[in-house]
Each structure stands twice: as structure tokens, then as C-alpha cells.
């Protein structure tokens, strides 16, 4: 590719230079046992980098396990470990910054973000993606996500689109026949502005949400939605439960005070079922699906399968979630057609979205 040639050399340099990473003779730890690592689990067990310990500055944390793996403080290192590799579990620049700088403070100089190590794994699929792209925009953005991730770095090029799902013209125009799934519908944001953006132009609506206050909110809000547009209820079926995989049930992971909850095999609230749109929607002709499900964006897929390759549905995915979502998430929708157009994009102010 031409882009090789400029500014984006160093995508593959930083990729290069990340697949030489060993972790040979060292004791593994994560730092950090919070959010980020609970939506990396999967990521994490799959590339074998289950730690010996995690490490943690919350002294709320320190002393308790995760995974049934000891959290540590970070004075405790060198007591546990005499070659310790530090994987830095973060997606915010500023800790990353302050992480790497306490560890040098404390004379630990093999340390590595954990997007670093999994993406020089998966170098080769990296670099497929990056081709894939459709635009050179796309493109630029993509390896400024990558080399900054890598580093613990502020992306320094970010193509923002002002309105999330529906900036581009293929998902902000009107069709009379399109049927909408809203896969993590949280409370009926999104949908409602679907609605508006499409000025009630469209046939039928589907919204999945598993968390039951969201879900109530949800409800209230697709009222008001539907007096605002003089629209038949039956039009809009909000669906109490998550999209996944296969047809089941799992338990919602999260606290009370996050705004977005999780679904895993192992959480601790309430059970809910989980649908594979291809079983729920397996009549329908679907037109746009838009996924933001804390991690669950290739389940979802996974599930959807039959109905992607059947419709082409319009798709406004989130991959930001998980390490593995940037190399697997665009190579498995290209892979179930291969006719599909990709652009990454950045919405909203928070550095990941």
C-alpha cells in the first residue's frame, strides 16, 4: 500500500517491533483489575497471559483476587516476583503515563501495554484489516489508534463523525422498508434517534436490552417516541434480554452505578436471556444493525451469521471494547460477505469510543 510509504510506516513498525515481545522467563502480571481487564478476560486466556498476579492501586482491591488471582499492591512486586514483565491494563493515556512512570520509579523496566503484546501476536491480521479499509481517512485513523494504544499514547488523529451511527449518508437515509435492530439499546437513545434522523421513515424496530432499569427507561422513552411521531406501538418491540451467540440465558456483571452493564457466564446478578438474532429475526428482512454490547460484538455476530449473509444489513459495530475486536471483528463480517465496504470512525469524547 501506498500509505506504507508515509506517516503510517510506523503501524507496521510498532507492530513489527511488538511481535518480537517474549515472555519467557519472566512472572506475568496485569496492572489493573478493573474494567478493563474484566472485558479482556476472554482475550487474555485465549493468548495465554493468565498473570501470577494482578496489580492494583486501589487499596480496596489489594488483597482480594480476580479470576481466583491474587491482586497485589505495587510495592508488593518485587516481594512476589524476581523478573516480573508488567502488562499495563489501560486504555486511558493518563494512567498509562503514570503507571509507566511509577514502575520505573520502582527500578521495573520490562513493562508493556497489554494491547501491545496481543497485537504483535496478531500483526498479520492487523495489517489485513488495515487494507481492508475503504478510505485512506479510515486507514490513518486505524494505525493512529494502534501505535497509540501500543504506546499508552492520546490518538493523535482522530476522524470524528459528529452524530454516532448515523454520520454517514448509507445509515442516515430514510427507507421505507427497513427493518432497524438495535443491539445494546440501553435506554432507547439510540433508537429514538433513529427515528428522528429518519423521520419515522422505516418499517419495523427491534431493541435488545438486558439491564432492567435500562430497560424500564427504555420503555418510557419509546412512548413518549411513539405519540411524538403518531406511530403504531406495534412498530417498535423492545426485547428484555442480550444478543449473543445462541439462544440461552447469562447473568449481568456490573454495579449498580455503571451505566453499562455486562453480560458473562459467571456474573452475579440476574439471570437473562440471551438471543442469536438469526433464531429471533430468522424472518425478517433486516436492514441496519447497530451493536454496542460491552464486549459481546462477536457473539452478536456470531449469532447473526445467517441473517448478514442473507440481507447485507447496514452495520454500525462497536470494536473498541476488547484488544481482539480490531482484527476480528472487521475479518469476520468481510469473511461472511465479502462485498461489504468498512470505515472506522470515532464518535463522542471519550478516547476509546
Known amino acids: 500500500s501506498k500509505k506504507f510509504g508515509g506517516g503510517d510506516m510506523k503501524f507496521e513498525q510498532n507492530l513489527r517491533k511488538a511481535e518480537t515481545i517474549s ?6 502480571l496485569i496492572w489493573g483489575a478493573g474494567n478493563t481487564a474484566e472485558l479482556n478476560k ?7 497471559l493468565c498473570p501470577d498476579f494482578f496489580v492494583d492501586s486501589d487499596p480496596a482491591k489489594q488483597g482480594s483476587r480476580l479470576w481466583d488471582i491474587e491482586i497485589i499492591a505495587p510495592d508488593d512486586i518485587k516481594k512476589h516476583c524476581e523478573n516480573p514483565l508488567v502488562c499495563i491494563c489501560s486504555v486511558q493515556p493518563k494512567v498509562c503515563r503514570a ?21 504483535g501476536r496478531h500483526r498479520k491480521e492487523l495489517m489485513t484489516v488495515y487494507q481492508l479499509l475503504e478510505t485512506d481517512e479510515s486507514k490513518e485513523y486505524f494505525a493512529s489508534v494502534i501505535v497509540s494504544r501500543i504506546k499508552g499514547e492520546e490518538v493523535s488523529k482522530i476522524n470524528r463523525k459528529d452524530m454516532a451511527y448515523f454520520g454517514m449518508e448509507q445509515f442516515g437515509s430514510g427507507n421505507a ?24 421513515v422505516f418499517k419495523e424496530i427491534y431493541a435488545f436490552e438486558p439491564d432492567q432499569r435500562n430497560w424500564e427507561a427504555m420503555q418510557k422513552r419509546i412512548g413518549v417516541l411513539t405519540q411524538k411521531w403518531n406511530l403504531a406501538q406495534s ?12 439462544d440461552g440465558s447469562m447473568r449481568l456483571f456490573g454495579n449498580i452505578d455503571q451505566e453499562a452493564v455486562k453480560v458473562r457466564e459467571d ?12 433464531s429471533v429475526l430468522k424472518d425478517k428482512n433486516i436492514g441496519f444493525i447497530k451493536a454496542d454490547i460491552e464486549g ?23 470494536i473498541y471494547h476488547q484488544s481482539s475486536d480490531l ?13 461489504y465496504k468498512m470505515e472506522i470512525v470515532h464518535y463522542g469524547d471519550l478516547y476509546t469510543d
Not at 476472554?42 to 495465554?48: D, K
Not at 482484527?327 to 462485498?339: G, H, R, T, V
Request: hydrophobic share 45%; glycine share 10%; charged share 25%.
Open 42 to 48: 476472554g482475550v487474555i486466556f485465549e493468548e495465554g
Open 327 to 339: 482484527y476480528k471483528i472487521p475479518a469476520a463480517i468481510k469473511e461472511l460477505n465479502s462485498d
Open 235 to 246: 412498530r417498535i418491540h423492545l426485547l428484555k434480554g442480550a444478543a449473543g451467540k445462541q
Open 267 to 278: 456474573g452475579e446478578g440476574e439471570t437473562v436471556p440471551v438471543y442469536a438474532l438469526d
Open 177 to 200: 422498508e427497513e427493518i432497524f435492530v438495535d443491539c445494546g439499546a440501553f435506554e432507547g437513545d439510540t433508537v429514538e434517534q433513529y427515528v428522528d434522523v429518519k423521520k419515522a
Open 99 to 119: 503507571v509507566k512512570m511509577q514502575l520505573m520509579e520502582m527500578g521495573i523496566v520490562t513493562y508493556h501495554m497489554l494491547d501491545e503484546v496481543v497485537w
Open 296 to 318: 459481546c460484538e462477536m457473539d452478536m455476530i456470531e449469532g447473526a451469521a445467517g441473517c448478514i449473509r442473507r440481507c447485507r444489513p447496514l452495520l454500525a459495530i462497536c
Open 23 to 28: 515472555l519467557a522467563g519472566h512472572e506475568i
